[in-house]
């Protein structure tokens, strides 16, 4: 179906609506307007996008026509809006295009996401466009891309600015006006000797306000904040939200600047630290790939491991209700109350665990506040069960008379406080043992507090009911 509206009018949806679904629409035109040789007009229209949605739009198209719609992009304009695709479809461009067209595609992209594409490519594509860069950006490329996937040297860009110590402000800014062209940001510039080492930091706003013969020396921060390269992406991430940085050097393990993190990078890493925790959460092993492009066998795997081994957990629930037998025989009026006893034991113990994961998370409690914590939640716990327990001994009194009411408030109270306390001390055993303290899920959470449950709530039966 043809698009009658004239691709001139046509606009990519902002707020509320996914830019994809346009992209769809726009798509077609584009692909009907490059099929009657009218490239210029789809040109025109590109100009007066936005990169990101050009992006969207290209995610959309055809084999051909997605490169053809690159090409009518200036070369800098086409590395940025490289960045704003998939990785996968990074990689599928890539292999496309000839060797000559790729190496200067890359060249032109900022340090950090040439390095990035440069790792999703297979060793065989990576030695062929290897020898076509230049020394530098070769040497840059094989730097960056040699470090761990989860560290900060792999989220780090080198394209920074740096300055001399002995410089006017004057001098700075000239020097700053030079560098901007490439460097990704120019709003912080560091100050390093000969040997690369980071002596202090400067941003562009003091040099402005300084004194036109005050030197940087004078002007510069000599105590920055600063990570090293080696650790965890995340404590970039959370560095630079604490102390609200639009960028954060980086230094070996000699104190050489060999990098910044900037804060669009730190987002980036926020949000697949928040992807991976919502994955354990819901105990699903990380994908490393969109959920759209995941095989059938990828999420298969992603998911089995934890499913069977909840699934011989919760055979102790069932053997709970076995060696109760009895018990339930001579009262099936109890039988009534399990599936509600026990949802609410793994519901309280989801709601400790999600909140002390998260307070954990950003810091907000560490595990040395685990007694204060612990104590709270006790009472907390015992608050929430005594009216859980009031709400449903009215029921239990309908049900099965005072005795069946008296043991099921009883096993509400206990149960929601041993739920309750379940979820809040799990986090904090596995931050202890140096894991992810999202490791313990709702669901793992929920599967132990079933089977005390059980244990609980028969017990308590057995006992008060003479059996």
């Known amino acids: ?59 959309e198209l055809e084999r051909g026509d997605d490169l053809t719609v690159l090409r009518l992009l200036p070369l800098h304009d086409q590395a940025e809006m490289l960045g704003y695709l998939r990785p996968s479809s990074q990689v599928e461009i890539a292999t496309r295009i ?17 390095a990035d594409l440069f790792k999703q490519l297979d060793e065989e594509a990576q030695e062929a466009i290897l020898p076509a860069f230049a020394k530098a950006e070769r040497e840059d ?19 920074y600015a740096t300055l001399k110590p002995d410089m006017t402000s004057t001098s700075a800014i000239d020097a700053l006006r030079t560098q901007a062209i490439e460097a990704e940001t120019i709003y912080y510039a560091y ?7 980071l002596l202090g930091v400067v941003s562009l706003r003091d040099l402005l306000i300084a004194r036109p013969r005050q030197r940087v020396s004078e002007i510069m921060d000599t105590e920055p904040v600063w990570v090293r390269a080696d650790e965890e992406q995340e404590a970039a991430a959370k560095t630079i939200a604490r102390y609200d940085l639009l960028a954060l050097p980086v230094l070996d393990n000699n104190d050489r600047l060999v990098g910044i993190v900037t804060a669009d990078d730190a987002m980036d890493v926020t949000e697949e630290e928040a992807t991976e925790d919502f994955y354990k959460g819901s105990i ?18 992603a998911r089995i491991f934890w499913l069977v081994l909840l699934v011989f957990g919760n055979i102790f629930s069932g053997a709970g209700i076995a060696y109760f037998e009895d018990t339930i025989a001579a009262h099936l009026a109890l039988l ?37 914590l612990l104590s709270r939640e006790t009472v907390i716990a015992l608050a929430l069960g005594l009216t859980m327990a009031v709400a449903v001994s009215l029921i239990g009194v309908w049900r099965g008379g005072p005795e069946i009411a008296l043991v099921v408030a009883l096993a509400m109270v206990t149960i929601v406080l041993m739920g309750a306390l379940i979820g809040m001390c799990l986090p904090f055993i596995f931050a202890k043992l140096d894991r992810d303290p999202a490791a313990a899920s709702g669901p793992l959470v929920t599967s132990i507090a079933d089977v005390l449950g059980v244990l609980i709530y028969f017990t308590i039966a057995a006992q008060l009911l003479g059996l």
Do not use: C, K
């Not at 100050?191 to 080492?197: G, K, L, P, S, V």
């Open 1 to 59: 179906m043809t698009i009658q509206t004239p691709l001139s009018e046509l606009r990519f949806s902002s707020e509320g609506d996914s830019p994809s679904i346009d992209a769809a629409f726009i798509a077609v035109e584009v692909a009907r307007l490059l099929a009657e040789n009218r490239a210029d007009v789809v040109s025109e229209f590109l100009e007066s996008q936005e990169l990101a949605d050009i992006a969207a739009l290209i995610e």
């Open 98 to 114: 000839p060797r000559r067209e790729l190496v200067a595609l890359m060249t032109a992209m900022s340090h950090d996401e040439r």
């Open 141 to 159: 490329l094989r730097r960056l891309a040699a470090y761990e996937e989860w560290t900060v040297g792999s989220v780090m860009t080198s394209d």
């Open 191 to 197: 100050i390093i000797d000969e040997e690369r080492a």
């Open 284 to 301: 699903v092993q990380p994908i490393e790939m969109s959920l759209a492009e995941a095989t059938i066998a990828t999420l298969y795997r």
């Open 336 to 372: 009534f109350f399990l599936p509600l006893l026990i949802a609410s034991g793994g519901n309280a113990g989801t709601q400790s665990a999600t909140l002390m994961v998260r307070a954990l998370a950003t810091g907000d409690v560490r595990p040395a506040d685990f007694g204060r």
